[in-house]
Every structure is written in structure tokens, then in C-alpha cells.
């Protein structure tokens, strides 16, 4: 289809069904903008059927046409990045891998092929354009701020978005969706991987994920405790599920993961003081500028290694292979490798993030 109104100026509306986008939307139209909603369907039937549903109610309220689309083979890749890195005893991040493949991809794709001049999410987090560049920035609400899952968009994807939320907290969103009688505004929210439903994380690698008994080790003393069943069901910093009693060591305390060797399959566990779970510096690849590699190699900023982290104060060194070296200020704890570390300014903008390939003890 193509836009026939030629007055008003068109947006592409992502739709999830939730309330950030349905908002996003309302907004926009409000605004006096022309809003076509675009709901990008993943294969997941029983859940989708619902949404969709919800999504019906959602177009008539706000007065919007909303088109359906089957992106299940975008979304397989995004699949096979979570069981890849898994396999490799790393842990994923879904999302943002998402944002940069798929809603920032074929949904532009879409928008361009019906004549948008924008598109929009329900993202918080800001879009500010400024001498010939746009950018970026956190949102205003600092504990909804999503702006981390946005670190591998390029200028280019980002040149024509709105994030129509960046100004808002979510309990004004909350607010909106209420008094405009959306029936998305008491949803339970989700901050699980879509994908997955109500499926647990073992069990949904559970034969995708290659696993093997292996020993767990105590890091301190070298001793075996136990065996495990898989590496791939276990993160660092974890505590829970370990199956491992105090009994087991000389302080009686819970013990937590420390570290996972791949190659020997080991599980290294430490027990009571986390010490073993801080770091000094990462090296981080893949590392995307959004405006371009910065004119020095070597500069102190902010970062996070997580979404909702507070800020936290680094030196960056642009290595000649591109791979970025990053010292904290503080040690920092339970930093995880396959996670992202995410640069910004002081003043919000972000620069750039990249994954987190080494992380340097001391």
C-alpha cells in the first residue's frame, strides 16, 4: 500500500501491543500526524493471537490503520544468535541484537515502501538532531532510560526515528493510556525475551544447546564439589541452583558462580566475600560509533555494562584494531562477557557500545 495523504506527514508506528507503543501512537496522532501502525508478527502463534486481538481494539480507539507483518525469518536470526552464543558460554542480548536487525531494518524497509516520512517506537529514550547529526540521548525517566538497547543502530537507521516517550516518565504513559481508555494500560509488562513466553531459558536450549557433565570447582582452593550438567544453565554471579551446601566449604556461607571455562568445561565457584566477581577493565569488540569513530583514540566518558546500571565513570582507549580497551574508575562487578558495554557523555548522548569480549581482573 501507499500513503494517498499527501498533507499531513506519515509515521510508521511500531506495535507491540503494550502500552509504551500504543501510547507512542495516540501521541502521534494527536500530534496531527498521519499514523500507520505496522505489528511485526514472530511466529510465536498462542501469544500473537492475543496481541493481535488486542491490537484490533487498540486501531479502532485511536482511529488507526494498522497492517501486519511476518518477519519469523528476521526473528530466527535473532534465535540462532541466543542458542550460538549460549553454546559458547557466553549470554546474549536479545534485544539488542533485534533492535539493529529488525526493528531498525525491515520495519525502515516497510516505512519506506509505503511513503513514511518517519517511523516510531515506544522506546525511552530520545532522537535529538543537531549540526547535521543526529543522535541518541537517555530519556527523561532514567529508570525506563532503553537508550542501552539501542547501541548498534548507525546514524542511518536512526536519521528519520521519533521516540515520541523520551520526554515522559512511564507513569505518565500509564497516565495517558488510562485517561484515553486504552485497554493496554493495566497489561502486565514483560521483561523477559519475547520469544521465549513462558518457556524456561533450560529448557528452550534443551537440545539446541550442546551439554555435557563437568566438574565444579571451588576457585580458592581448586577442589571439586560437584558435577554439573551443562555450562549453558549458568551465569556468573549466579547463586541460586547451584545444588552446592555451605557444609561444602570452611565459612558456611552460599556460593556463587565465578567463572566458566569452555574449554574444560569447568564451572569455578567461589564462596561467601564476592571478590572473585570484580574487575578492572574490559576489552569490548564489534564496537559501533553512531556518529562516526571519534577524532581521539583516547578519552574518559560514562558507561554502563548493563541495562539499568548507573552511570559509571571509564577511560576509553580505541586500540588500532578497533577493539576498545575500558578502565573503570571503580571495579565493577560481575561484569559478563556477550553483554554490551555502552559509552556516553556527560550530558546523555550516547556514543556507541560494543561486546564485551575480555573482561581483565586486575
Not at 574444560?264 to 556518529?291: C, P, R
Not at 548522548?349 to 564485551?356: A, F, H, P, S
Amino acid at each position: 500500500m501507499k500513503i494517498e495523504d499527501k498533507d499531513k506527514k506519515t509515521v510508521v508506528v511500531g506495535l507491540s501491543g503494550g502500552v509504551d507503543s500504543s501510547v507512542s501512537a495516540l501521541l502521534l496522532k494527536q500530534q496531527g500526524y498521519n499514523v500507520l501502525g505496522l505489528h511485526m508478527k514472530n511466529g510465536n502463534s498462542e501469544s500473537e493471537a492475543e496481541d493481535i486481538k488486542m491490537l484490533n481494539s487498540l486501531c479502532q480507539k485511536i482511529g488507526i490503520e494498522c497492517k501486519i507483518v511476518d518477519y519469523e525469518n528476521e526473528m530466527q536470526l535473532i534465535k540462532d544468535y541466543f542458542v550460538s552464543e549460549y553454546a559458547a558460554g557466553r549470554t546474549p542480548n536479545p534485544c539488542v541484537m533485534c533492535n539493529k536487525m529488525v526493528k531498525f531494518n525491515p520495519f525502515i524497509k516497510f516505512a519506506e515502501s509505503v511513503g513514511a516520512h518517519y517511523y516510531a517506537t515506544g522506546h525511552y529514550a530520545k532522537i535529538v538532531r543537531e549540526n547535521g547529526k543526529t543522535l541518541i540521548k537517555k530519556a527523561i525517566d532514567q529508570n525506563k532510560d532503553q537508550s542501552y538497547f539501542l547501541n548498534q543502530l548507525s546514524e542511518a537507521q536512526i536519521q528519520k526515528a521519533m521516540f515520541p516517550l523520551g520526554e515522559l516518565t512511564k507513569e505518565e504513559v500509564k497516565k495517558i493510556a488510562e485517561e484515553n481508555g486504552l485497554i493496554m494500560a493495566n497489561r502486565k509488562e514483560s521483561y523477559d525475551v519475547c520469544f521465549l513466553e513462558n518457556e524456561k531459558l533450560e529448557n528452550y536450549l534443551s537440545g539446541k544447546v550442546k551439554s555435557a557433565e563437568g566438574n565444579i570447582i571451588d576457585i580458592n582452593s581448586g577442589k571439586v564439589l560437584k558435577t554439573h550438567t551443562g555450562l549453558s544453565k549458568f551465569t556468573l554471579g549466579q547463586r541460586k541452583g547451584l545444588g552446592i551446601g555451605g557444609g561444602h566449604g570452611k565459612t558456611g556461607e552460599g556460593w556463587f558462580v565465578v567463572k566458566k571455562d569452555i574449554k574444560n568445561n569447568i564451572l569455578y565457584v567461589a564462596q561467601g566475600a564476592d571478590d572473585s566477581l570484580y574487575s578492572s577493565s574490559l576489552v569490548a569488540t564489534n564496537f559501533n560509533w553512531i556518529s562516526g569513530l571519534p577524532k581521539i583514540q583516547n578519552f574518559e566518558c560514562l558507561a554502563k555494562f548493563r541495562f539499568r546500571q548507573a552511570d559509571q565513570a571509564v577511560s576509553v582507549n580505541i586500540n588500532e584494531d578497533k577493539t576498545v580497551l575500558i578502565t573503570f574508575k571503580e571495579k565493577q562487578r560481575a561484569i559478563t562477557e556477550g553483554q554490551y558495554a555502552v559509552l556516553y557523555t556527560d550530558d546523555g548522548t550516547m556514543l556507541g557500545g560494543g561486546v564485551i569480549e575480555q573482561v581483565i581482573k586486575s
